[in-house]
């Protein structure tokens, strides 16, 4: 298995049609294969070498899918980061990975010079954008035109394909190892549950960092569907497109689909081209999603569970339990079930499998299973059991096998279908002077699902002001990572008899 398979496969049965779309630019598979030789060739040519990571900072367009296949093509290990991430996070990203080459878009300009000082592995530095390179960068289409396409290089099987950093409970990301047959199998599970062909238009809405979209970048590639690719999420923006190229898939999270309904209020837009709807990463009410159903009524929809350690796929609700049926709408309560090729079970602390209706660990075991964390055997260790993952989520499963999550096993909080841990916020709120001791919640938040709550002691003649703890976090942590909202404490956080915060006791006012 190696990613570069669907271009291939691709190129030689669709050469002349649609590949990518990106405003109004327009490109064949022909065309982005020929690109994709031509810029690994660029690399190879600039000193990379098969294992070397190359980190990409962009927002989507369709040179992130070029990027993204010529890292692959050269040999090299991608490297997406998040592109609401503060400075000291792309920081800590980039010295980990061992970075480098890095990539970045004319938004991410600004950051060159200064990643370039505070990271010493970074080497080559490419401008991933039209125009005039910045100073010390090397332009894009420039290495395209200068250099003949090379032989696909490509590694494969259980080689390294990409590190994917997601939060971390010890207050850094952590690096995720996905190879490449960890990825080409959950394309492969993603072809045999959904209904793809050659015909589907897909819609990049979600950002190309999050592993959600690669694994449907690679499987589009594979059936020689059509990309179309708008820079970030904004209602009018996807309706734009949806409209005008014919989308026929897409991927959103619940809060996009509040914005589309709030847009659609004042705005008349035919989107019945739309076939297929995914959606996942965050908490969805029934209201909501009858009001999505609304928008897309000749969708079907699909519900989607998983995580980046997974590659992401493990659940999928099908489209026929979205339905009323004689038990209701009591189905929309579940995360569906595993996907073809993905075990799961409810595990219990010593990895024994609870009975069915019982609350457990949810574990789940494909060829999607991550090879690691980066540089962090003993985590590692800890969350691959036997081949299973222990995805730290609490839930239980029915008769039929159907998922049901109840709680999470570890201290996350999904808001508008990003995940933050609450330990790295802690650890921001904690560096200001004034805080004594802090502790991060998940309540509930009309808009986002979830939004991320603090509850803060002051140390003694500290000022209890929200609004300067908030902007000391945004100097540390992302935007969508910073508390929406604080409560102040006279009286110490309730403790466990081991002395950890009871996060379950902070949450009761919030959550039924």
């Known amino acids: 298995m190696y990613l570069t398979h669907?271009?291939?496969?691709?190129?030689?049965?669709?050469?002349?049609?649609?590949?990518?779309?990106?405003?109004?630019?327009?490109?064949?598979?022909?065309?982005?294969?020929?690109?994709?030789?031509?810029?690994?060739?660029?690399?190879?040519?600039?000193?990379?070498v098969p294992g070397d990571r190359v980190a990409i900072i962009a927002l989507n367009r369709d040179r992130y899918i070029e990027a993204f296949y010529a890292t692959a093509w050269a040999g090299g290990v991608i490297?997406?980061?998040?592109?609401?991430?503060?400075?000291?996070?792309?920081?800590?990203?980039?010295?980990?990975?061992?970075?480098?080459?890095?990539?970045?878009?004319?938004?991410?300009a600004s950051l060159i010079e200064p990643l370039r000082k505070a990271c010493p592995n970074l080497w080559v530095i490419i401008y991933l954008d039209d125009g005039e390179a910045p100073s010390g960068a090397f332009a894009v289409e420039d290495l395209i035109a200068s250099f003949t396409?090379?032989?696909?290089?490509?590694?494969?099987?259980?080689?390294?394909?990409?590190?994917?950093y997601t939060g971390g409970t010890t207050g850094h990301p952590k690096g995720v190892m996905l190879s490449h047959r960890n990825m080409l199998s959950s394309c492969f599970y993603s072809l045999a549950s959904l209904r793809f062909s050659d015909r589907s238009v897909y819609l990049h809405a979600a950002p190309m960092f999050h592993v959600g979209d690669v694994g449907l970048t690679l499987t589009i590639t594979m059936i020689g569907g059509v990309h179309v690719v708008i820079p970030s999420f904004s209602p009018e923006a996807a309706v734009r497109a949806i409209v005008g190229e014919g989308v026929t898939d897409l991927l959103l999270v619940p809060t996009m689909f509040g914005m589309l309904h709030q847009y659609l209020l004042t705005q008349t837009a035919d989107l019945s081209a739309v076939k297929n709807v995914i959606y996942g990463a965050a908490p969805i009410t029934e209201t909501l999603l009858k009001k999505a159903m609304q928008i897309f009524p000749k969708a079907a929809f699909y519900q989607g569970y998983g995580q980046t350690e997974l590659a992401p796929g493990a659940t999928l609700l099908m489209p026929e339990f979205h339905l009323p049926s004689a038990h209701g709408w009591s189905y929309l309560r579940s995360a569906g079930r595993a996907m073809v090729g993905v075990d799961i079970k409810i595990v219990d602390e010593t990895m024994g499998e609870r009975p069915r209706g019982e609350v457990g660990e949810v574990a789940v075991r494909s060829d999607g299973v991550m090879?690691?964390?980066?540089?962090?055997?003993?985590?590692?260790?800890?969350?691959?059991v036997g081949g299973w993952v222990r995805t730290g989520d609490a839930g239980y499963m029915d008769e039929a096998g159907f998922l049901f999550l109840v709680d999470r096993m570890k201290d996350m909080i999904v808001s508008g279908g990003e995940n933050v841990f609450s330990a790295e916020v802690e650890n921001a709120l904690s560096s200001h002077a004034d805080v004594l001791e802090c502790a991060v919640i998940g309540v509930p938040d009309d808009r986002w699902g979830e939004r991320v709550h603090a509850i803060v002691r002051l140390r003694r003649g500290g000022?209890?002001?929200?609004?300067?703890?908030?902007?000391?976090?945004?100097?540390?942590?992302?935007?969508?990572?910073?508390?929406?909202?604080?409560?102040?404490?006279?009286?110490?956080?309730?403790?466990?008899?081991?002395?950890?915060?009871?996060?379950?006791?902070?949450?009761?006012?919030?959550?039924?």
């Open 79 to 108: 490297v997406p980061g998040n592109t609401r991430w503060a400075f000291a996070e792309h920081v800590y990203a980039l010295t980990d990975a061992g970075a480098r080459f890095l990539l970045v878009d004319a938004g991410f």
């Open 149 to 164: 396409p090379i032989e696909d290089q490509c590694s494969r099987d259980d080689s390294l394909a990409g590190i994917f």
């Open 371 to 384: 090879l690691g964390y980066w540089g962090k055997p003993e985590l590692t260790r800890q969350t691959i």
């Open 463 to 512: 000022i209890g002001d929200a609004d300067k703890l908030i902007a000391h976090c945004r100097t540390l942590i992302a935007g969508y990572k910073v508390p929406r909202t604080i409560e102040f404490w006279d009286q110490p956080l309730p403790l466990s008899a081991a002395g950890k915060v009871l996060k379950r006791e902070l949450r009761k006012p919030y959550w039924p």
């Open 6 to 48: 669907g271009l291939h496969r691709s190129r030689q049965q669709r050469p002349d049609e649609a590949a990518t779309v990106f405003g109004d630019r327009r490109q064949t598979w022909r065309t982005l294969v020929d690109r994709v030789a031509r810029l690994a060739g660029g690399l190879v040519s600039l000193g990379i």
